[in-house]
């Protein structure tokens, strides 16, 4: 008798097995390389004129016709060493453009099975063309969920 | 007559009560005269039904293994467990997918409670484990949709490893002549781990999904080799 509890514990035991799953994803599933605008003097400066980012192999608007921005967060590619976005500010009457080459190397990054796949990079270097901006600057090289400023573009003080 | 007649009656009632009070000393007797039980009373060797259930029928993950124990004194279970887990598994969300196939092994000791020994146990128990392994991740419709690049990723052989504990409790009957059959429940807890900086893998082997803390069970049919060795021995000498 004795026995046959033991076993039927055993079977009661086998049958009540389970578990469950819950998907904990990121609240930030964009990964973006925040550039902040500075003038000469390294003061945060706002360009009132519209800008606009594209980036060269896509016909994608990375940034498209903002007013008044002083940072913009930008999407990198997944799998280039390169990139090279362009910048144009325009006005009544004008238009200047400069282009940004960003260095980078790139490393996928899992959260969960049923969370995206995301593409973190670490920026190895940056220039650009002397237009408008008057230099570029890595601040943090790690561009990963909300991780805070990447990039200084310092302006010349006359396109401000 | 009469003499012989109250003679049988009184050994008829004398005997209706000595019969239980003989019952309960000759009991008393076999619990007092039972042997102490040997220092090293027994080899086993047992394999966890659960893991194999779950390989046959596709579950999420499968951990399957053999174990191997002592019996000291009938109180003290010294155990080794070696498993080989492994884990394919596709997001509900998305189409990525994880692998990996990888062992584990486990020592520990369990504490039997039971006093009696009628071939019941009841066990407390606790494991130290251990996992050194590769994994994958491959996801087919992965693509950068701004840059309009649809590359597949497809990642092998990241590194993981896991130390962690595991508290058990279980019980456990005699089947038949050295079969065992028995359960437990595992509760087990990450020590520490290291893995690749892309991502932490779903499932470490022998531990189930990755996380802190999680738990376990397991269905042990164990063969108890001394037994079986003896009943062949003794057979060879009749």
Redesign the interface.
């Given at each position: 008798m004795k026995r046959i509890k033991y076993i039927a514990t055993i079977v009661m035991a086998c049958l009540g097995f389970s578990s469950c799953d819950s998907v904990d994803c990121t609240l930030y599933n964009t990964v973006l390389c925040q550039m902040a605008f500075y003038d000469n003097n390294g003061l945060s400066v706002e360009i009132t004129d519209t800008l606009t980012v594209t980036a060269a192999g896509t016909d994608s608007i990375l940034y498209n016709k903002g007013l008044k921005t002083h940072s913009v967060g930008l999407p990198l590619s997944y799998h280039n060493d390169c990139d090279t976005l362009c910048l144009r500010i325009s006005g009544r009457g004008y238009e200047l453009k400069d282009i940004i080459y960003i260095s980078k190397t790139n490393r996928e990054h899992f959260e969960s099975l049923d969370c995206p796949v995301n593409m973190f990079h670490e920026i190895t270097g940056v220039s650009s063309t002397n237009n408008v901006i008057d230099s570029v600057r890595i601040t943090s090289p790690s561009v990963i969920y909300n991780n805070g400023e990447n990039i200084k573009i310092y302006l010349h003080t006359a396109a401000e | 007559m009469e003499r012989t007649s109250r003679f049988i009656c009184t050994l008829l009632l004398s005997s209706l009560i000595a019969i239980p009070a003989c019952a309960k000393t000759s009991k008393y007797r076999v619990e007092q005269e039972m042997p102490p039980a040997k220092v090293l009373n027994g080899l086993g060797v047992g394999v966890d039904m659960?893991g194999f259930g779950m390989m046959l029928t596709n579950a999420r993950f499968a951990n399957m293994e053999v174990n191997g124990r002592l019996n000291i004194l009938e109180k003290y279970f010294p155990v080794v467990e070696l498993g080989i887990g492994q884990c394919d598994?596709?997001?509900?969300?998305?189409a990525?997918?994880?692998h990996t196939r990888a062992p584990y092994f486990r020592v520990g000791g369990d504490y039997n409670l039971t006093k009696k020994r009628?071939?019941?146990r009841l066990f407390v128990g606790l494991r130290y484990a251990f996992s050194s392994f590769n994994y994958d991740?491959s996801?087919p419709d992965?693509?950068?949709v701004?840059?309009?690049?649809h590359?597949p990723?497809q990642?092998e052989d990241m590194d993981g490893k896991m130390h962690w504990l595991e508290i058990n409790v279980g019980?456990?009957?005699?089947?038949w002549s050295f079969v065992r059959?028995?359960?437990n429940?595992r509760y087990k807890a990450r020590l520490s781990n290291s893995f690749d900086?892309?991502?932490?893998p779903?499932y470490t082997p022998g531990f189930g999904?990755n996380g802190g803390t999680t738990?376990g069970?397991m269905?042990n049919v164990m063969f108890d080799l001394d037994s079986f060795i003896f009943k062949k021995n003794k057979k060879k000498n009749l």
């Open positions: - | 659960v598994r596709e997001g509900n969300e998305q990525t997918k994880f009628n071939g019941n991740y996801n992965f693509g950068d701004v840059y309009d690049d590359t990723l990642i019980v456990e009957t005699k089947l059959l028995g359960w429940l900086e892309r991502g932490e779903w999904k738990w069970g269905v």
